[in-house]
């Protein structure tokens, strides 16, 4: 099936190779934001213009699209209007990766090579398993949240809506991770994490909570 991909940034290009590795969909286009993309190629594929052409798109009975925005809010709200406009969202899985047969696969879903989506995990719409991440059995990662590469989360744990999990870090067995979580690169998570705090270190702490630092919160 003909596919047009919404991002020709650097996750573009990853989803981009996936596909390809994947074989399963045909990429024949990008849509992006930025004016000054529009007419060059990215790894052989046209950026065709902006979002504003997928009206004329499904005209010419293009019927699918993958949100290739690394940007979590970005990702998500691209893809409610991908959604709205009637086309079908579909996955990019590296042959690479391996998912569970047991495993729960929502829409606009990507996993990248090297990937373990274990048995009887659930990744809702818009998830990104990174390069070499584990998502360890009966996780549930919510939508549009964003698992880095190296990233390793153990049994049970879930994952907020637009949560970011950031490269390296280790997340024990069964915590919970609130929505737009971020955690720190190489954090080693031992406790749950409320909605909308960032945490680093190891183990990982709380820096800032509703978009104040403590130190703030503290004056």
Not at 11 to 28: Q, S
Not at 69 to 80: E, L, P
Not at 146 to 157: D, E, K, N, S, Y
Not at 189 to 215: C, E, F, M, W, Y
Request: aromatic share 2%; charged share 15%; net charge neutral.
């Amino acid at each position: 099936m003909d596919l047009i991909l919404i991002g020709a940034g650097g996750h573009g290009r990853v989803v981009l190779d996936i596909l390809r590795a994947a074989g399963i969909h045909k990429p024949v286009g990008f849509l992006d934001a930025d004016p000054q993309l529009a007419g060059k190629s990215i790894g052989g594929i046209p950026v065709l213009g902006g979002v504003n052409l997928l009206p004329k798109l499904k005209a010419q009975k293009i019927k699918a699209v993958i949100v290739s925005i690394g940007d979590n809010h970005s990702r998500h709200s691209y893809a409610k209007k991908v959604l709205d406009q009637g086309f079908d969202l579909l996955n990019a899985i590296h042959p690479a990766s391996h998912v569970s047969p047991t495993a729960r696969i929502g829409r606009n879903v990507v996993v990248a090579p090297g990937a373990v989506v274990g048995t009887d995990a659930s990744l809702a719409d818009s998830v990104i398993v990174n390069t070499s991440a584990v998502v360890d059995h009966e996780c549930e990662i919510g939508f549009a949240a964003h698992i880095c590469p190296a990233a390793a989360l153990a049994g049970r744990v879930q994952v907020g809506s637009k949560a970011f999990i950031g490269i390296g870090c280790n997340i024990i067995q069964c915590l919970k991770i609130g929505d737009n979580a971020i955690i720190g690169a190489g954090a080693v998570v031992l406790h749950d994490v409320p909605d909308s705090a960032t945490v680093v270190g190891v183990p990982a702490r709380i820096i800032k909570h509703q978009n104040h630092t403590l130190q703030e919160a503290a004056t």
